[in-house]
Every structure is written in structure tokens, then in C-alpha cells.
């Protein structure tokens, strides 16, 4: 059973456009979420969490979004930049994100076309 | 800072061969280090964990005695794939959580490709 899913295999955004990748989880101890961007045969690079007290963290082009009630985030790029292009996961902790591994979800790759 | 690396980034071996992946954390001290694993167009699914100086816990379903993980030192965890079989092939990634500013995030190594024949 899934605990962190990620609809969208795929998405396909204009450059310069914004870029909107979904997250939802059912794990209610979730308390720290990820968003990491992979490219093919390279680890995950960490690019911006968020603590489930807060509901908006931003972090120049990168902002995420949290509404635990719907237990659900989003990761918003803008404007989107062909470098961008890559697989996106989403991932959780229930343990403010350091103390256990993370749940991952099956990740969203993100196309920019030009 | 908070480079992880991996260590080698590819091994083909044979099968019923014993394969060692060693995970270094280069500019901060590891107090966790996990160990996941992806196949093809799946999720990253964690292993184990390894806090150094002691034993790792594994995740349900992953055999302890087939993916032994030694945590020797604050920089370095090895995972050793024994016994490898063909179903053992996928790719594996570290991660290692620091102290202090590093806590609340895992930096991941760019990952050990193993193929097992």
C-alpha cells in the first residue's frame, strides 16, 4: 500500500510556464515532507521540504505548498527553465525528516519543452 | 558541502558473488546513513538504517543476513550484497543525515548500478 503517491507519471510544461507536480500521502504521522529531483542513474538531489507547521515554504523558484486536512502538497516552479527537466519525487517523514528513512513517492518526470 | 559519495558506481559480477558498496560522507559526519534501493521506474524503497556503532535496522521483507550494512565510522557505511542472484540487480542509493544544520535533511550518493549475471 502506497503511502506517498504521485499521481502524474509525467508532465509536460512550456518553458517559462509554471510547473505544478502533485504529492498526496494517507500516513496521518507524516510530520516533514521532501521534494527531490533525479536525474537517470544519479542519486535524488534535495531541493526544498516542508514542516507540517507550516503551510507554504519558498525557496527562490521552488515553493511548496502543504494542506495537511487533504493531506496533500504540491511543488510549484516558475517560471519553469528547460534545466529543470528531470524526475521529481516526493517524500515524507515521521520524524521531522532526519531520524528515519523516507517514504518516497513513484516520482513525476517533468518535460520542458522549449 | 553535504557531499555523499558512492563507491563504485557500476559493478557487473557473477552470480553467487559477494559485492561490497561503500558510502562516504565527504564534508560532514554521518550519525545515520540509510540505504535504499530503485528498480526500474519504481520509487526509491528504503533497506535499512545504519547509525554508527551499532546495528542496522532493516525494513520488513529485507534479509539482514543477504544485505549486511557495517556503519564503522561517522564518514563510511558499507552495504555488502552476499550470495548475489540476478534478482538482486537494481540500484542502490545512500543517504546520510548530518548533525546540527544538516539534521532535517538525508543527501543522497549518486547511486551503485549492480548487474548480477
Known amino acids: 500500500d502506497q503511502q506517498v503517491k504521485q499521481n502524474s507519471p509525467s508532465l509536460s510544461v512550456q518553458e517559462g510556464r509554471i510547473s505544478i507536480l502533485n504529492c498526496d500521502y494517507t500516513?496521518?504521522?507524516?510530520?516533514?515532507f521532501l521534494w527531490y529531483k533525479k536525474y537517470p542513474a544519479e542519486g535524488p538531489t534535495f531541493l526544498i521540504s516542508?514542516?507540517?507547521?507550516?503551510d507554504k515554504n519558498e525557496d527562490g523558484r521552488f515553493t511548496v505548498f502543504l494542506n495537511k486536512s487533504a493531506k496533500h502538497l504540491s511543488l510549484h516552479i516558475v517560471p519553469s527553465q528547460p534545466g529543470d527537466s528531470a524526475v521529481y519525487f516526493c517524500a515524507a517523514s515521521e520524524m521531522g525528516g532526519g531520524a528515519d528513512g523516507l517514504t518516497f513517492g513513484k516520482g513525476t518526470h517533468l518535460i520542458i519543452q522549449p | 558541502g553535504a557531499v555523499v559519495s558512492q563507491h563504485p558506481s557500476w559493478v557487473i559480477c557473477k552470480s553467487g558473488t559477494s559485492v561490497k558498496i561503500e558510502c562516504r560522507s565527504l564534508d560532514f559526519q554521518a550519525t545515520t546513513m540509510f540505504w535504499y534501493r530503485q528498480f526500474p521506474k519504481q520509487s526509491l524503497m528504503l533497506m535499512a538504517t545504519s547509525n554508527e556503532g551499532s546495528k542496522a535496522t532493516y525494513e520488513q521483507g529485507v534479509e539482514k543476513d543477504k544485505f549486511l550494512i557495517n556503519h564503522a565510522s561517522l564518514t563510511l557505511s558499507t552495504l555488502t550484497v552476499t550470495s548475489a542472484h540476478p534478482e538482486d540487480s537494481s540500484f542502490y542509493i545512500c543517504?546520510?543525515?548530518?548533525?546540527?544544520?544538516?539534521?532535517?535533511?538525508?543527501?543522497f550518493g549518486p547511486g551503485t548500478r549492480l548487474t548480477v549475471l
Open positions: 543517504s546520510a543525515r548530518g548533525q546540527a544544520a544538516y539534521y532535517n535533511e538525508q543527501f
Open positions: 516542508i514542516s507540517s507547521i507550516k
Open positions: 500516513n496521518s504521522m507524516f510530520d516533514y
